[in-house]
């Protein structure tokens, strides 16, 4: 086999692995999801406008992924919630659960922190971004 040929092959099936991976990064990885057994619906409000969740609907230790917001709410430690975006500091992906007080990316296996979003397992090398909340008596709206 020439070179030519042979880059020809590496670069015909190395295109087809990148649409590959794109198209995973793409993909929404389910539903939303926590640590509990709780697979319940998105919030009916829109960023800044209406309850996100209540205090009950995020477990303590996990979390819950509210993809239409690009937002993640956990409860790191009991009665204490906090908020990132949703999207992954990889290559973009939405995260897809949260378990364990780590917020887990499906695409490549990144890990953040539930308490601060720092990166605990790449390949991400940046934090998530942290997002206001306010939490009011049992809810929880994007401030």
């Known amino acids: 086999m020439t070179d030519t040929t ?14 590959a991976a794109l198209s995973a990064c793409g993909a929404s990885g389910g539903d939303d999801t926590t640590a509990s057994a709780d697979q319940g619906g998105q919030s009916q409000g829109a960023q800044g406008e209406g309850e996100l969740a209540k205090t009950s609907d995020i477990p303590e230790g996990g979390g819950k992924v509210f993809k239409d917001q690009d937002v993640v709410v956990t409860q790191p430690a009991a009665g204490e919630f906090k908020a990132f975006s949703a999207t992954c500091t990889h290559q973009g992906c939405p995260v897809g659960s949260v378990s364990n007080n780590e917020i887990v990316c499906p695409c490549h296996g990144s890990r953040f922190s539930a308490k601060d979003g720092s990166v605990v397992n790449g390949p991400a090398a940046r934090p998530l971004a942290e997002k206001k909340i306010t939490v009011s008596g049992e809810s929880i709206t994007l401030a």
């Open 6 to 19: 042979r880059r020809a092959v590496i670069f015909s099936a190395g295109g087809a692995g990148l649409a």
